[in-house]
């Protein structure tokens, strides 16, 4: 396995959240945990996540590539997912978007070429009246993010 014993550990925790034989319950936060590990999914981490969790490879795989949480390729040490729905595009979305691509000279799915950035199109975050919204890692929310702010971000990110 490439998961290391602290990961299947936290795997174990919540796969204790399920009936015995529902196991494969816990396929999200596994592969969470999997990938807060390893930075991204390789099919050999989902493969892992599978058999651990008594699952075939393709239903574990069809649970990563259906989420856009999930890395199916290695990303920079920051991802950034802006908000650009309708109700976010309309409120400074879509400007911040743009803002963002140019300072960090990337389009979306795109990694800056020192490997610190990855900018990603994100969906509704349900945060729509603090628009214009920025996820970090897929942790971290931020809110009303002004050119001002963004320029304060990606600075505490570089550090």
Not at 23 to 37: F, G, N, P, T, W
Not at 54 to 74: C, D, R, S
Not at 95 to 103: F, G, I, T
Not at 146 to 154: C, R, T, W
């Amino acid at each position: 396995m490439q998961l290391s014993e602290q990961a299947v550990k936290k795997i174990d925790r919540e796969i204790a959240k399920y009936p015995v034989d529902q196991k494969q319950s816990a396929v999200m936060a596994a592969l969470a945990i999997a990938q807060d590990e390893t930075g991204w999914l390789s099919p050999e981490v989902m493969k892992d996540v599978a058999n651990y969790l008594g699952m075939t490879a393709i239903a574990v795989q069809e649970v990563a590539t259906f989420y856009a949480m999930y890395n199916l390729k290695p990303t920079g040490k920051h991802k950034i997912t802006i908000c650009t729905n309708l109700p976010c595009a309309l409120s400074g979305g879509e400007v911040a978007a743009n803002y963002l691509k140019q300072k960090l000279g990337i389009d979306f799915l795109d990694t800056t070429s020192d490997g610190a950035f990855t900018l990603q199109e994100g969906e509704c975050m349900g945060a729509c009246g603090d628009s214009p919204v920025l996820l970090v890692n897929n942790k971290r929310m931020c809110s009303h993010m002004s050119n001002e702010k963004i320029d304060a971000l990606v600075e505490e990110l570089k550090k």
